[in-house]
């Protein structure tokens, strides 16, 4: 079974700064994909940023971009130059090779943009 | 280019009550899946449809079941409604290979008294 682990439940950032949100998975399949998704309190989950476990380049879109670290089993989101429009829930989720295309959430973190 | 839509936006329903919920997919996509997202946490995948089957279930009950129609839309049915269930239902389409992303709707919140 796969697993995230999303450990800030909230974080404040304070306009135009970086700001990173933590992620942790496990899994014993070799071949998986990492995503990151933005909900708003609208509820929609708005897709971010992808990586797949054999990429050698982190993923970046934007101001979004993806600090995978394989051997630590870690995948975090690095937010730059945050906007107010940013505040939102974010969630890390993962794909694995033989679970189908099923989807596993984390908790996700609440992120506060403040000016 | 549409996006995932579904409806209603919100509903509320009755203990023991049926209720079922649309999703129409991202143009050009072929598979549905459905997931429900209890308050402050994060979404839990209920089933996928592909070519009008069910291709992957998760860990839900049998009151769950779904439908897919040739148009690719698909609907959520709930059974026996218990307050649990009160819930953000989201809809997700793709492309049915592997390695393609979901893309979300915005939901349909369920509100069980």
């Known amino acids: 079974a796969q697993k995230i682990t999303q450990t800030q439940p909230g974080m404040f950032v304070q306009e135009k700064e970086a700001v990173t949100l933590d992620c942790t998975y496990d899994t014993s399949d070799q071949s998986y994909g990492l995503f990151w998704y933005k909900q708003p309190s609208s509820g929609e989950m708005i897709f971010l940023i992808y990586q797949g476990s054999y990429d050698e380049q982190n993923a970046t879109e934007g101001r979004y971009s993806l600090n995978f670290q394989k051997a630590r089993k870690s995948a975090n989101l690095v937010i730059s130059a945050s906007q107010l429009g940013d505040s939102a829930m974010y969630f890390c989720a993962m794909r694995v090779t033989g679970g189908g295309n099923k989807l596993t959430f984390g908790t996700g973190t609440q992120l506060k943009v403040e000016l | 280019d549409a996006g995932v839509t579904q409806s209603p936006t919100h509903l509320i329903k009755t203990r023991g009550q049926q209720v079922t919920l649309r999703c129409s997919p991202k143009?050009?996509?072929?598979?549905v899946s459905w997931y429900q997202q209890a308050l402050g946490q994060g979404p839990q995948f209920i089933f996928q449809y592909y070519e009008e089957e069910e291709r992957q279930r998760g860990n839900f009950p049998d009151r769950f079941s779904g439908h897919q129609f040739p148009n690719y839309s698909s609907e959520l049915n709930v059974n026996a409604l218990l307050l649990g269930d009160s819930a953000l239902y989201l809809c997700?389409?793709?492309?049915?290979?592997?390695?393609?992303?979901?893309?979300f709707g915005p939901g349909t919140r369920l509100t069980v008294l």
């Open positions: 143009s050009g996509h072929d598979t």
């Open positions: 997700a389409s793709s492309l049915a290979n592997w390695g393609d992303t979901q893309y």
